[in-house]
Every structure is written in C-alpha cells, then in structure tokens.
C-alpha cells in the first residue's frame, strides 16, 4: 500500500480545476473550491495482500493515516476517502475523533479485494467517537454491507466489500441491526472478548458477515422479513447496554441470556416466545413481550413483566421477585393479558402493578401482594411456589409459607378460585376471610386448621379437598370442618364439599338445615379397608340408601348428604319412624321398546328405533351404555363379505319418577347412520347395559331387514 503523500506535488492547469498528482498508486484529487464536490478524494491502493491501514482522525475530514505500521501523513479537507486492498488478509482501521465522527462528505469505502467464492478474510473495525444513532446493514452480496453513524447533521457512511469480520466499538446512544433475508435465524451471542456482542446469520453463516460491537446503549434488533427469527443468548452483558428491543416476524427464543440485571428488554414476535436453556433463560431487567401465539414457558430473573399473547398462554417462572403488569421500553406494555393460560411464579414476592387476565390464571410465590392490580379469569389458582409449601389465609407469609390477605382476595375476579394444589402442604386460615367467588377449592397435602379466630365465608360453594396419602378423622359439621390436623375451620358456604385422600379416611357428618354436602373418599377403592361415613340422624327420619359406595342421604328437615367412593355407611340415630338401612332400594322394571323399522335400501333410516320403557317404585336415575352393531354383508367376484361396524352409546342419567312410564330413546350415532344410509346393511343389533336404582338389565335389540324389531 503506497501513500498519497510520498514527495512534492506539482499541479497541472486546466481550464476549471487543478489536478493534484502523486507518482504513486494512489492519488488526491483537490479543487480550489471548498464546496464538498470540489474537495480532495483521498485513494489508498495497495500494491500486495495482507495490508493494514489505520486512520485516525483529527475531525470530521482530516486526520492521520498510517500503512503498515509506516510512518504516519497527514490529510485534511478531503471529499472521500476509499482503501482499495488486493485480496488476503486487509485490515481497515477508522478511529474517530475524541466525542465526534469522522465523516467525509462523500463517505468512506472499504473494499478488501476478496471476490466473491474466496474466503472472505480481513477486518473492519471501526472504533472511538460518539454517535447518536448507529446502524448496520449486511449486504446482499457476501462479506459486503454498510455502516451509518449520525450525530446531529454529521453523518458518516461506511461501505465496505471482501471484509470479515466487522466490528464497531464507536459509542452510540442507539444501534439498529437489520437483517437483510427471509427466512433466516439472527443470532446474538457474546463475542470474542469481554463486553461485546456478536449478531450473525444461524440459519446460514455465509448469508451475510456478522458484526461485533460494544459501547451501544439502546440495541434493536430488526428480523422482520417473512419468516425470520430470533435468538438471544449471550452469556454476558454488552458494555454500554442500557435497553434491548428485539423485533421479529417469527419466534423468539431466549437461551441462557444476560442482558444485566437493570437493562429492560422488549420483545416482539409475529408467533410465540420461548425460553431454551439454561435457567434462568433470561437475566435482564423488566421485560415486556408481545406474541400472538404464546409466550413462555421462560425462567427468567426479571424485577418486572408485562405482556400480551392474544391467542396463546403465558408462562414466566422469575427466580427472585417480580412486579407483574408493567414494563418500560420500546413497546410499554401494560399488564398481563393471554388469550390462554397465564402461569406466573416467583420465588420472591409476586405483586401486580396492572391486570392480569387470562383463560385461568396460576399465580405461585413465596409472598403475594395483589393490592395494586386486579386479577381476572374464569379461573384463578394461588399457590406456595415451593413443594411441600404452607399457606396463610388471611395471616402472613414467612419461610416456606404464603400469605394471602384479604385485601389480595379483594382484587381477584373470578367464579372459581383455588388456594392451595397437589403439592401444597397445610393450609390454616389465619383470620376470617370472606371469598366472593362462585366457587372456592382449598386443597393441599397436610391438612386444614385454623388460628386466631381464622374462619371463611363463601359466596358460592366450598369444597376441602386433600392430597395426602394417609386417611384422615374428618369431623363435618353444620358450621365447621376438622380433619384431626388442627382446629376446626368455620364456614358458611352455600355447599360444602369434602374429598378425601388416598388413605382410609373416616368421615363423621351432621347435616345442616340448608347447606348442602358432598362427601368423596377418593382412594383405596373397595375392600373392607377404604373409606367410611356415619351420618349423624340426630334422631330425625332418614329417606335414603345407606349403600355403598355411592348415595344420597336426608334427614328430615335438613338438606341432603351425597356421598361417592365410600366403602362402608353407617346411619346413627335415626328417627323412630324410618332408617335408610331398612329402605329397600328402588324396584325397577327395564322393557326393550323399538318400532317398526324397514331397514332395506331405505334412504332415510328411522330416527329412534331403539329404546327403553322403564319404571321405578320410587324416584330413580336411570343410565345407559351400549354398543351399536351395524352388520353389512356383499357379494364381490362371487363371493359373500361380511362388515361389521361397532358404535358406543351412551344415555343419561335420566330421572325416573316414583310409580311412573318414562319413555327413553336412545338414539342412533352419526357413524351408524352413515353405515344406514349406505343400503348394504344386513342387521342392526343394540347391546345395552341399563342400571335403575340398584336394578341393572342387559338387554340385547336385533333388526333385520325388511322385518319387525324383536327383543331379548
């Protein structure tokens, strides 16, 4: 590479302008004008490969050159400047000045000398100076692209051709990537040294050259071409970072990324967002995301998170605590709102600065604050965040325990709430606590008490359900619930509901005069050893069957005890004038019922052929279930084929008036109607098993072609 200046220049007089001429490869051609077309164009050309050039500019066109590590010259006032290299191993080095660029009017050109189909080696680097807005935009050929850096009405352009890599380490207060394909996968991971970044192509490395960059404040990431997408996982945090904003048509997926704990981060993707490892998938500060099919699931440790997903679920599990609803940045999200499911954890305190809303919603914590959001779904689950974790109604939370206070219940909105879940241990009710929704679930593992005076009031239903694995001494009273953990819990409920565990639980019940009961004893099933109800008569009269393991107890005056799942019932103190023991069970009658039917090459098959006529000495519930046979038979190269459909049926439960004929048509199932329709039938056979009361009758319905039904 020879320089421009090697020895005194003489001018040649034209009629317009003046030719400044070197005896070298290289040449500046100056003008006595100081408009920036007449200016100097500063030519740098080697004269072999694997050349160096560094610039160091003074302003915003001048400055110092130097070619390989030669002696250093002097420029000022130049139009352009271009660094013309041979191929091999070229460095071009632009340093710009102290808090400034340098920017020659006609820009800067960088052109490594590799064509295209030969390994693209060299280096741009671009380094020092100031910006306010950097941007860089790969070419289309290979190894090829431009970079622009502004700062008020100084603009400088970088284009270089045959170079790789590129690295900018210019300070700028905003960089923009733009990925110039479709169809692509831009990746970010850490670069080669501490503090920069890397962005290349992962779907094809030779698309486009890569870049390299540090000291770029807020970095925006473009991949809007159809199907492009994003991946983020660098392992350390960009020098200058202080926002990420990431744009793509496709997915985004995070993978073991730090971003630094105080840098927002905003993401946008045309499809879903997910995390794929390592935990946590994303260290950055608040996030806000947008994905129309679904976000998460993502490990992230994040101060805060807002998001939208209009047709997906959510899914964010933060390592510390988390303010859900609200994130600054680029896109200002507010709330959490999922066309699905929203899912958030937090092994800290779990707050909302805004609404959260969703298909249901599954909040988990170590603490919960909701006093300063709102919480909508159809319905809501509140949770210890850990296995094996304690909760407080109404009291405070602590090691391993979460606090739910009444003023968090106040802001959820929501027909079903559950507190508590499979892997939840003991839940006490700290305080009274009053839930207005239709129905209220507390489950967990070890057991419900409650402290301090601690009751619930539910608007709707309450149901007590237990996960545990030993049997428990269930006392289920008219106003309070114990399970031989702790003190009784009051309620007022308008149902109660009681599930055992899979242990051998007893269940001791005294109905109340208007709160309906349920009672399930879960596992074991059957035996001697399962489960078992007294019912507490009280001496009133008792309607009903005491049978196992399923029935419906009344006591005079009260309202009804329905049990399930129960392996042994007793009845205590019944009334003089009755006890369920001594009530038979309801005498039904079960009677095949069909019409007339001409099956033939019919077009239209009849719309009820089958049925049942039943009647019960007392009210009942009848139910049905059966298999449909449809039997076709044809005749193909002279010989007989038969085809034999099988469609399953089910009816009911239907109830069954005392002393009354009820009527029940069982109805003929789409894919029996297509085989109908074919006119190939043979026979048509029903196979029901029906079960009134404790009467169960098999009954077994043919129809052949072109004949009357008859039964058996």
């Known amino acids: 590479m020879m320089p421009v200046v090697s020895r005194p220049m003489r001018f040649i007089r034209t009629s317009r302008r003046a030719l400044l001429v070197a005896p070298v490869v290289a040449c500046v051609i100056a003008a006595p004008s100081a408009t920036a077309a007449m200016r100097p164009a500063l030519v740098l050309s080697g004269h072999a490969a694997n050349n160096t050039v560094v610039v160091r500019a003074t302003g915003t066109d001048a400055g110092i050159y130097s070619v390989d590590g030669g002696p250093s010259r002097r420029f000022s006032g130049i139009r352009s400047l271009t660094i013309r290299g041979h191929g091999g191993h070229d460095v071009c080095r632009i340093v710009n000045p102290p808090h400034a660029l340098f ?36 070419g289309a050929v290979p190894g090829s692209g431009t970079l622009v850096h502004s700062l008020g009405r100084t603009r400088q352009v970088i284009r270089f051709t045959g170079l790789a890599p590129v690295t900018t380490t210019a300070s700028a207060a905003n960089y923009i990537f733009t990925d110039p394909i479709a169809n692509d996968v831009v990746g970010v991971i850490s670069g080669s040294t501490s503090g920069t970044w890397t962005i290349e192509s992962l779907e094809d490395p030779s ?159 170590s603490a919960l604050d909701l006093t300063n959001g709102s919480v909508s779904a159809p319905a809501v689950t509140l949770a210890p965040v850990s296995d094996g974790g304690t909760v407080a109604l109404g009291g405070a939370g602590g090691s391993g325990t979460l606090g739910v206070s009444q003023a968090s219940l106040n802001r959820i909105q929501t027909p079903a709430l559950t507190i508590g879940g499979p892997t ?34 539910a608007a709707g239903s309450l149901t007590f359900s237990d996960d545990g694995a030993g049997g428990r001494p269930w006392t289920i009273g008219p106003t309070s619930v114990a399970d031989g953990v702790g003190s009784p819990v009051s309620y007022t409920a308008r149902s109660l509901a009681v599930n055992g565990g899979s242990g051998s639980d007893t269940f001791d019940v005294t109905p109340s005069t208007t709160t309906p009961m349920r009672v399930d004893g879960g596992g074991p099933a059957g035996g001697t050893s399962g489960d078992s109800l007294t019912f507490e008569a009280g001496g009133a009269v008792v309607t009903g069957a005491a049978q196992a393991p399923q029935g419906d107890l009344i006591a005079a005056g009260h309202a009804d005890v329905r ?40 077009r239209k098959p009849p719309p009820a052929p089958f049925g049942l006529l039943a009647a019960c000495s007392q009210t009942a519930r009848a139910s049905i279930t059966g298999t449909l046979s449809v039997t076709s038979r044809a005749t193909r190269r002279g010989r007989r084929k038969s085809k034999t459909t099988r469609i399953a049926v089910k009816v009911g439960p239907v109830k069954l008036r005392a002393g009354k004929i009820t009527a029940i048509a069982v109805k003929i199932p789409g894919p029996a109607l297509v085989a109908l329709r074919s006119g190939a039938h043979e026979s048509l056979s029903l196979t029901l098993t029906a079960k009134a009361g404790a009467h169960m009758t098999r009954v077994r319905v043919t129809v052949k072609r072109l004949s009357r039904a008859r039964s058996s």
């Open 103 to 138: 920017a020659p009017p006609g820009g800067i050109r960088c052109e490594g000398g590799n064509q295209p189909g030969q390994p693209r080696r060299g280096v741009l680097d671009v380094s020092g100076g100031r910006a306010a807005t950097s941007a860089y935009r790969p």
């Open 207 to 365: 698309a486009w050259e890569s870049e390299t960059f540090a000291n770029q404040e807020a970095v925006t990431i473009n991949a809007t071409h159809p199907g492009d997408s994003i991946t983020l996982e660098p392992a350390s945090q960009e020098t200058g970072l202080t926002q990420l904003n990431m744009n793509a048509s496709g997915s985004i997926a995070v993978v073991g990324a730090d971003v630094g704990a105080s840098t927002p981060v905003a993401l946008s993707a045309g499809d879903t967002i997910t995390g794929a490892g390592p935990s946590p998938e994303l260290v950055g500060g608040a996030l806000a995301a947008v994905a129309p099919n679904g976000i998460g699931p993502l490990t992230a440790t994040v101060p805060g998170f807002a998001a939208t997903s209009t047709s997906g679920s959510i899914e964010l599990h933060d390592t510390g605590s988390l303010a859900a609803g609200s994130a600054s940045g680029q896109l200002a999200q507010t709330g959490v709102s999922a066309g699905q499911n929203v899912t958030l954890s937090s092994t800290g305190t779990l707050s909302n600065d805004g609404a959260i809303s969703g298909a249901d919603a599954e909040l988990s914590a």
């Open 424 to 457: 939840t241990g003991a839940i006490t009710i700290a305080a009274p606590i009053s839930v207005t929704a239709a129905g209220l679930t507390l489950e967990g593992t070890g057991g419900f008490s409650a402290s301090g005076g601690g009751g619930v009031t």
């Open 563 to 602: 049990y399930a799942s129960i392996e042994q019932v007793h009845v205590a103190n019944p009334g003089s004038t009755g006890s369920p023991t001594a009530t038979p069970a309801p005498a039904c009658s079960l009677l095949a019922r069909t019409s007339a039917v001409r099956t033939g090459r019919a």
